[in-house]
């Protein structure tokens, strides 16, 4: 007789968004003529960039001739699309990867939750709190946790790493060494972003203790500030010690094409293995999850024009983050992160709880936003606003929250 895996059991489930999605939808039957404006999404909403729906538009042709039919593609993705990934995204920063090392997929998400079933179910496992939800799932699921305590707002056996205003959003050192470590800089949820020397500590401590350090870096293209690195790889020691995750959804609008990658150094090796050979035969190989055409969409991300489309796309979104600051601190309130990515995070005002908050800005001013404690403990208190609106919408919620 078959039985379940009763780790899925131990889940807290999508609370956060389907609340939110409830809440709303309460609001909205009660009061039809309200206008409400979403600041909470952490999808983009600007259109695929001409030049990478070129690239697409030709590789759908090259499908139905007979000198361009592909069927199934490489393992690890086309040799076009890894060299363009070494090239630009490392070659041209002075890190050290090599194409072979850049295992192409259908997006960062799948990546960094899969990416734990190449390591033991007794490795211990720290994360960020608050944190992106995924590492955490996908651990819990694996069997690395105990049971979800309702007291302390976390799983038992995982070690949380509190990220606060007191540390800059940038998490202590763990005093008790955790095997595989979760590291997500620029931040989703908090926006903060970290420095190279800071970066360079965790690179040398997982180095000193063994850990392996599990970096995602979906948020790279928002970097602003010099000193803040765009890959662990731009840290010493770091090819021993670190895997990288990247994403093609908040650079280049790819949430619904997917595609992403992940950098595994051959330099990984636990027991004479290499963890570049077990990723190799992952769920999904031969596959990827990616298609011929999205990859060549990819390709058109690192062409010159592709290049000069995004950066006018997120410097569309890094706009409304400074609106959004800058309005936030002109009423008053204390906000953090929107510098080196596209989320804010501010302080709820009085003392008030993340979810009173959300009401509050629901009830008087119709402006939506995600409630900090959703993405963990740490976040109660905290209240997140995304940059992926419309600049109309985004100077419009402003307005009205100034107004309280
Ligand atoms: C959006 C996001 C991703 C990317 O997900 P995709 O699956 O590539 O769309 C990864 N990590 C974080 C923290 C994110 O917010």
């Known amino acids: 007789m078959y039985r379940i895996n009763e780790n899925y059991l131990k889940l807290q489930g999508s609370y956060l968004f389907s609340e939110i999605g409830r809440r709303v939808a309460a609001y909205k039957e009660a009061h039809p003529e309200k206008d409400v404006i979403r600041l909470g999404i ?220 992940t950098v595994i150094p051959k330099d990984l090796k636990s027991g004479g293995v290499t963890l570049h050979s077990l990723w190799d035969r992952r769920h999904g190989t031969r596959y990827n999850g990616a298609p011929y055409i999205v990859q060549r969409a990819g390709e058109a991300v690192y062409s010159e024009a592709g290049k000069a489309e995004l950066k006018a796309q997120v410097a569309y979104y890094m706009e409304n983050a400074r609106t959004i600051r800058e309005g936030l601190k002109e009423a008053g309130f204390t906000a953090y992160g929107g510098v080196n990515a596209p989320y804010i995070w501010m302080k709820t005002p009085d003392g008030m709880t993340s979810w009173a908050f959300f009401d509050r800005l629901l009830a008087q001013v119709q402006v939506v936003g995600t409630p900090g404690s959703g993405f963990g403990a740490s976040g109660e208190g905290y209240f997140r606003l995304t940059a992926f609106g419309t600049q109309e919408n985004t100077r419009e919620a402003l307005r009205r929250i100034r107004s309280l």
């Open 42 to 261: 952490g999808d983009v909403t600007q259109p695929i960039a001409p030049t990478i729906i070129s690239a697409l538009h030709k590789a759908v042709d090259e499908m139905g001739t007979p000198e361009g039919f592909r069927g199934y593609g490489p393992e690890q993705g086309y040799d076009f699309l890894r060299n363009a990934i070494a090239e630009n995204d490392y070659r041209a920063r002075g890190c050290e990867i090599a194409a072979d090392e850049i295992f192409v997929s259908d997006g960062a998400k799948c990546d960094v939750g899969n990416i734990q079933e190449i390591f033991g179910t007794d490795n211990t496992v720290a994360v960020c709190d608050p944190v992106y939800p995924v590492y955490v799932d996908t651990n819990v699921m694996a069997g690395r946790t105990g049971r979800f305590d309702p007291a302390k707002g976390g799983f038992d056996r995982l070690i949380y790493m509190p990220c606060t205003a007191e540390n800059g959003f940038s998490p202590e050192l763990p005093g008790q060494v955790p095997d595989l470590i979760y590291l997500c800089f620029p931040n989703n949820p908090t926006g903060a972003a970290i420095r190279k020397e800071a970066l360079q500590a965790w690179v040398d401590y997982a180095n000193r203790n063994g850990s392996v350090i599990l970096y995602d870096a979906a948020y790279e293209a928002y970097i602003s500030e010099e000193g803040v690195p765009h890959s662990i790889y731009e840290c010493e020691g770091a090819r021993t010690c670190a895997i990288e995750m990247h994403s093609f959804s908040k650079n280049a609008g790819f949430t619904g094409l997917r595609l992403g990658y």
